[in-house]
């Protein structure tokens, strides 16, 4: 069972940055393929980033290219995602969640933070 716990959400105004973090409990953090996904009310759940597999290949919605940069820390079994230049669009519930290898689709999911980006 893997425990995912983000972190670092809050309120700011457009243009500014946040750092979200999420620790997980589990020994081989390394393996797993990370992402960060957010949800509005009135959206679907929709995928901001990833990192995994070889070299640990990073992935982005072409909405955040440029913008946010997903990175780990495998020794201390913890994934980022730094956020510059914030638009008020980005306002959503940040969730972090973690694929096994043998896995087709993300199982492990956390709480979520939320991200208020105000105009």
């Known amino acids: 069972q893997v425990q995912l716990v983000e972190s670092g959400g809050g309120l700011v105004q457009a243009g500014e940055s946040l750092r979200l973090s999420c620790a997980a409990s589990v020994r081989t953090f390394s393996i797993y393929t990370m992402a960060w996904y957010r949800k509005t009310p009135e959206k679907e759940r929709e995928f901001v980033a990833s990192?995994?597999?070889?070299?640990?290949?990073?992935d982005y919605a072409d909405s955040v290219k440029g913008r946010f940069t997903i990175s780990r820390d495998n020794e201390r079994n913890t994934l980022f995602l730094q956020m510059n230049s914030l638009k008020p669009e980005d306002t959503a519930v940040y969730y972090c969640?973690?694929?096994?290898?043998?896995?087709?689709?993300?199982?492990?999911w956390g709480q979520g933070t939320q991200v208020t980006v105000s105009s």
């Open positions: 990192s995994g597999g070889v070299l640990f290949k990073t």
């Open positions: 969640a973690a694929r096994s290898p043998r896995s087709a689709v993300f199982d492990y």
